[in-house]
């Protein structure tokens, strides 16, 4: 077992031997220009590219010629958010999307009420799901866009995508899913599930870092977009700019490696995560789950030790790689969005650490990393006079604390 441990697959996966495999090629022999169509090097790279789409539409259900390549998820949701509101703005000016989505959909929101355009934040409920009730008490004449994630990257529940679809297209609303943590661990059928754009990014599923594709419905409804960059009018002239061959092919080779091996990935995760939450509170009091037990990702696993400080447990286990759900921002620690959004309460943010367990995880790191967590926890709440209070049966809630007014 090497150190340190990597239990952040939420944030990147490693690159998959056999995707590295697939790529080489095209940084050697095979550097053609997919959009040099007068020679065998740009033929050969335009092959390459046609038979990558195939294999990225195969894995969610789609065509190829929906497929559309950009830099990665950011610029996906960029160019589908934008695009809609640019294209469809003169018949409705609002848009729907949660306090729970990752930070390029909220701050593209965010842009586009600057540009006059009305967003309704909706709270997810405390397991971080958003319900298909409260996005249709949301819904207005005048919404031409609902955009919610499948699988939330701090806490892994899953929202009800087919169910909101289906009431997006009942209610002529374009709806797109930023399915970032979704596609490659959960099955994916933009028909089935009523999507008309989605986003995928190869490094969240062992694919290169700087490649990505956006999913846009051709047919019933056919969605057009306002592309956001101009230039050569390169994929249907929705994104511009020269075709990364290379990241191309490999997110094709990940996509590829992700839906056969779906079943036997998810018992893999599901196996190793009920492992480490498991033997975690077999030995600690206080534990608190985050999330929602019914739907979620198998592999992300984020739990709360009140009465420890995220940071501190973060460095007493700096020989495992995961994240907190606090950052430290210029100089005061916010607790995540995310967890906020859920309203789990201060206490229980600051407190909280994601497990993102992968293709490469094994059962001893998930023991060493129990192992570990267990010992710093209880080593940090030996500190802690609030643990000790709470041990003695005072209701924390309850102490007027010296100072306060």
Known sequence: MKLPIYLDYQATTPVDPRVLEAMLPYFGAEFGNAASRSHAYGWSAEEAVSNAREKIAKTIGASAKEIVFTSGSTEAINLAMKGVADMYGAKGKHIITSQAEHKAVLDTAKHLEKQGFDVTYLDPDQTGRVSVEAVEAAMREDTILVSLMWANNEVGTLNPIREIGKLCHDRGVLFFTDATQAVGKIPVDVEADNIDLLCISAHKLYGPKG?????????????????????????????????????????????????????????????????????????????????????????????????????????GINDIAVSSGSACTSASLEPSHVLRSMKVGDEIAHSSIRFGIGRFTTEEEIDFCADKVVEVVKRLRELSPLYEMVLEGIDLSTVNWTGEH
């Open 211 to 315: 490649v990505g594709c956006l999913f846009v419905r051709r047919r019933k409804p056919r969605v057009r977009l306002v592309s956001q960059m101009d230039g050569g009018g390169h994929e249907r002239g929705m994104r511009s700019g020269t075709l990364n061959v290379p990241g191309i092919v490999g997110l094709a080779e990940a996509c590829r490696l992700s839906r056969e091996s779906l079943d036997s990935e998810t018992k893999h995760a599901r196996a190793l995560r009920e492992r480490l939450e498991k033997s975690i509170c077999d030995r600690l009091d206080h534990v608190h789950f985050n999330g929602n037990r019914e739907h979620h990702l198998e592999g992300c696993l984020n739990l709360s030790f009140p009465y420890v400080e995220g940071e501190s447990l973060l460095m």
